[in-house]
């Protein structure tokens, strides 16, 4: 008996090992959810989402329980009851679908609506009043499905059963309407309030749920309706039924309200439930609740179960369970918990619906890098926004040093994040919340601090020693290695360079010494690394690159960057932010100046990415497993791959942070995640998955404004007769001579970075590229016709070269036109023909004026003949009488000449006497005056009385001379006139 026991004791707790294990290893073959990033759609008029459609030219209709919504990225165009022309009956929508002609159908509690592009209406689709007199309730349309192959629309109505559309006869009736009769008479459904539809075109069945009666089955070719019962865990009849969808091959599944999921196998004449999917307590990979909303099935083939409050569900195949999405304190979750509707556009964005608090949008194109920043109004969220390192610890957990916050450690797994920060009354708290590096040393953590020292954590029980916090080398640290020889290498503020024995403490400076020939050159030094043969580089401000090589360092031999090229002035002043090694043994530094490659053996070094960046602000690097670099600059980050020499550049569009990135703050972790950080806290990403937009957006014409006043279709500018999108011209009256065209690209991945091109053929020849403008205005455009394109790119820069376009003609004023040319130019010929004629009388009659002048003005000319004949005769003779006076003068004059010859001849003769005369008399006069005026010198120095009359007399000889003299050039001048005369 004992051993019986025994035995049964053993077999139970083999059975309890056994079940254990396998739930163990079930639980461990579950794979993680998918993971989805969702972002908020603002802007709604109503969050009380119904429903989702994207039509054929790409816009996004969204249906809520206040009004239908057309958005194409930017704003919305809002369907409501509020009485305008565009006015529909019922504000409340529940359903969409578009047709195979593109037509987009709406259900509402007011009716069925088709929507009319060319009139930007809702035009409601009318069922005869004859068919219901007695139904005083409006007709909800709760669903639509439809049947391309009989040409018709299945609708599902909450107060009049199933309806028929068919597009041959264009008019909606009762399905089960015979000839003349009532149709209730042959209605044979469970009930008339119906909430569902499904066409099963392979069986040729329409399947129907029912609003609370269960479910029917239309078989399309026989006309024949059977129902089928769902029974419960409890054997009860389930007949609220939500949803149908078909999900795989011959299997459908049933949504209801309170009993979860019905799976149904397709096969067969009668289908089957094979079984139901329902909550299971404690299994988190059961659905959260058993309230169906809806199932859709995207275009990857998954499942998606929406519930009221419960969630979103994907269902995976490998485990027959489901992932849950539900609200939590993680960034970019889904905002609320009753889940209505989801809808997967053609870009793969996943629109998920809420009960209350709007639209969800899951786009695998959006977060290329995700960020985690300080936040005010979550509980998980940094410390600090400005970050100074990173270090991955072996548990995975990510410590995250910030200037001002502490030490953060996050946890990827469950993105909680824990704090160390400096506690005044904490003894072995950090010393300062200014955490610039970490370092990995055995099991603790070495952090060095603004103004705090260094600090050494241990990494399990996270206690806090202080490294020699009185040293002041070491009071502010920015950059921590250890070197192969165990030594601890650390950058201190305006101190140089440290180097730390661990074991004992010892700590030796390397500081800026004038009479070092192989020193440092300044003690501002900031960036620190060991490359792969043991040398030591060592980064700073003014020339400040280092390398202290192995074999150099007792002695502290540092050389420095050989400035031999042009390039010296770019980086003489600039910071080294990093000094980096690549897989190839080639050594990268950034500088503010742009990436240079140094040679370890010369010191010589080259720029690399000139003018491929968009900065020269280099702050990180980093290299990936694929060997590309990654540079973390001040406007974004860029991928450099060295073998193709290509740069790929990433910007706050991407999803970066707006904030610049700090210096040597880059990460690559043990999965292949790169960490950058900066001042407005951390990006990651999987370099190797970045997304990469490849769509290329349709561009439409949006709308059109005059005058700055926007043009509707119909009102009285008569410009446009349908809606802009597909009017085929415009016609612009004289004075209206200013208009704008609005356009917009349907790229809903940050369509605020879509960018556009445009062109009006006939004025310009080349594109105009206007970034994320979206509209353009014309002024005073010259009479003529025109054809305006525009074409657009989606946010990652790729073109839809097929642009749109619309033809557009500028009328000239009436005086321009061509029947007041044509006018004009009759009245013109009118004019010239007046003048020529008016012309040829006035010269006709001046030339009968003229012949009677000319006759006239000849007989008097005769007659003036005559008498200048006789004049002419009597000159004659007056001209032969001077002829002979003119010869007696002649004579005369000669005779005069010959006497005036005589007498000029003479006159020279006279005129040389008198010449000579004058010259002699000259010399003679001059002797006398000579004497007389010595002598009057003599008689003023002389004092002597005597002396003086005796010059005296003197004088008067001398006068008497000049009186004798001038006396004969008298005579002497008076005979020469006397001969003269």
């Not at 792969?532 to 400040?544: D, F, M, P, R, Y």
């Amino acid at each position: 008996m004992f051993d019986i026991k025994k035995h049964l004791f053993f077999l139970v707790l083999l059975v309890i090992l056994g079940s254990s294990m396998f739930a163990i290893a079930q639980k461990a073959a579950i794979p993680e959810a998918p993971k989805l990033y969702f972002d908020h759609l603002e802007g709604l008029h109503n969050n009380q989402i119904t429903g989702f459609c994207q039509d054929h030219k790409g816009y996004m209709w969204i249906a809520t329980e206040n009004g239908l919504h057309r958005y194409n990225g930017v704003n919305y165009r809002l369907f409501l009851n509020n009485g305008d022309s565009s006015s529909i009956n019922s504000s409340r929508v529940k359903c969409l679908m578009e047709d195979h002609e593109g037509t987009l159908w709406m259900g509402s509690t007011d009716g069925l609506f088709r929507y009319n592009r060319e009139l930007d209406k809702l035009i409601p689709v009318t069922l005869e009043n004859e068919y219901f007199p007695e139904q005083a309730n409006p007709n909800v349309i709760l669903d639509m499905v439809e049947d391309t192959v009989r040409k018709k629309v299945w609708i599902a109505s909450l107060s009049e059963g199933l309806l028929v559309y068919d597009y041959t006869t264009e008019k909606l009736t009762p399905y089960f309407k015979r000839d003349g009769e009532i149709p209730l008479k042959n209605y044979s459904l469970n009930s008339l309030a119906l909430k569902s539809l499904l066409l099963d075109q392979d069986n040729n069945r329409l399947w129907i749920g029912h609003y609370a009666k269960g479910l029917n089955i239309i078989d399309l070719d026989t006309q024949e309706v059977r129902s089928v019962v769902l029974l419960n865990n409890e054997e009860d009849t389930v007949q609220q039924l939500t949803t149908l969808r078909i999900v795989r091959e011959g299997v459908l599944w049933v949504g209801t309200l309170e009993n979860g999921i019905f799976e149904m196998n397709l096969n067969g004449e009668h289908p089957k439930v094979q079984r139901q999917l329902l909550h299971i307590a404690g299994d988190k990979n059961s659905l959260y609740n058993d309230y169906i909303e809806s199932i859709y099935l995207d275009r990857e083939n998954r499942i998606w179960v929406c519930n009221d409050n419960g969630g979103l569900h994907l269902y995976d195949d490998s485990f027959n369970g489901f992932h849950r999405y539900i609200p939590d304190n993680k960034p970019h979750s889904i905002v609320n918990i009753s889940v209505r509707c989801v809808y997967q556009d053609r870009q793969n964005r996943l629109w998920v619906g809420t009960a209350l608090e709007g639209v969800d949008v899951a786009d695998p194109m959006l977060h290329k890098f995700h960020h985690l920043m300080k936040s005010n109004y979550k509980s998980q969220t940094l410390s600090s926004n400005i970050i100074r390192d990173f270090h991955e610890d072996e548990s995975g957990k990510i410590w995250i040093a910030t200037d001002g916050g502490g030490i953060n450690i996050y946890d990827p797994a469950t993105m909680k994040i824990d704090n160390l920060r400096l506690d005044e009354e904490v003894k072995n708290s950090i010393s300062s919340d200014a955490v610039l590096c970490m370092l990995d040393i055995d099991q603790s953590i070495w952090i060095g601090t603004w103004n705090g020292g260094i600090n050494i954590i241990d990494k399990k029980s996270r206690d806090v020693k202080r490294f020699q916090p009185t040293h002041s080398s070491l009071k502010s640290i920015f950059s921590l290695i250890e070197d192969r020889d165990g030594f601890i290498w650390g950058t201190s503020f305006s101190n140089g360079l440290q180097r730390i024995n661990k074991s004992t403490g010892e700590v030796r400076s390397y500081r800026y010494d004038a009479t070092h020939e192989y020193g440092l050159k300044s003690n501002m030094v900031y960036a620190l690394f060991e490359d792969s043969q043991g040398n030591i580089w060592v980064g700073g401000e003014a020339k400040g690159l280092y390398i202290l090589r192995y074999e150099n360092k007792e002695m502290g031999k540092f050389e420095g960057l050989n400035f031999t090229t042009e390039d010296v002035l770019d980086i003489a002043s600039d910071w080294v932010s990093q000094i980096y090694e690549d897989k190839d043994h080639r050594i990268y530094c950034a500088t503010s100046s742009g990436l240079i490659e140094v040679d370890p053996t010369t010191m010589n070094f080259e720029f690399v990415l000139r003018n491929k960046l968009p900065t020269t602000d280099i702050r990180s690097i980093i290299e990936d497993q694929k060997g590309n670099l990654w540079l973390a600059t001040t406007l974004g980050l860029s991928k450099y791959d060295p073998v193709k020499d290509s740069v790929l550049n990433f910007s706050v569009r991407d999803g970066l942070q707006r904030g610049k990135f700090t210096k040597n703050t880059i990460m690559l972790t043990k999965g292949n995640l790169i960490y950058v950080g900066g001042s407005e806290g951390v990006n990651l990403f999987d370099p190797l998955n970045i997304p990469f937009n490849r769509y290329k957006p349709d561009v439409h014409l949006a709308g059109l404004k005059l005058f700055n006043n926007r043009v509707q279709v119909g009102d009285s500018t008569a410009l446009l007769k349908s809606h802009i999108a597909v009017s085929p011209d415009l016609i612009f009256h004289p004075d209206q001579w200013r208009f704008t065209l609005e356009y917009i690209a349907l790229n809903f991945t940050r369509p605020d970075f879509n960018q556009y091109a445009y062109m009006l053929e006939g004025m310009e020849e080349e594109w105009n590229y206007v970034g994320n403008q979206r509209e353009v205005t014309y002024t005073h455009l010259n009479p003529g016709s025109y054809t305006f394109k525009v074409k657009a790119a989606n946010n990652d820069g790729v073109w839809q070269e097929q642009p749109a376009m619309i033809s557009i003609t500028v009328l000239p004023p009436w005086w321009r036109t061509w029947w007041a040319v044509m006018l004009c130019v009759f009245v013109l010929i009118l004019c010239v023909m007046g003048y020529v004629r008016w012309r040829t009388y006035k010269l006709s009659a001046r030339e009968r004026e003229l012949r009677t002048m000319v006759k006239m003005r000849t007989s008097e000319l005769s007659d003036k003949n005559r008498e200048l004949e006789e004049l002419n005769k009597a000159i004659t003779d007056q001209a032969e009488e001077l002829r002979t006076y003119n010869e007696a003068l002649n004579a005369m004059n000669e005779k005069l000449e010959e006497l005036v010859e005589i007498r000029t001849q003479k006159i020279r003769e006279k005129n040389g006497k008198l010449t000579k005369f004058a010259f002699d008399n000259a010399h003679r006069v001059r002797g006398p005056l000579t004497r007389i005026m010595g002598m009057m010198n003599l008689i003023e120095k002389e004092s002597e009385l005597t002396e003086r009359e005796f010059w005296i007399e003197k004088v008067a000889e001398a006068s008497r001379e000049m009186d004798e003299i001038t006396r004969s050039m008298g005579s002497e001048i008076d005979e020469h006139l006397k001969d003269d005369v």
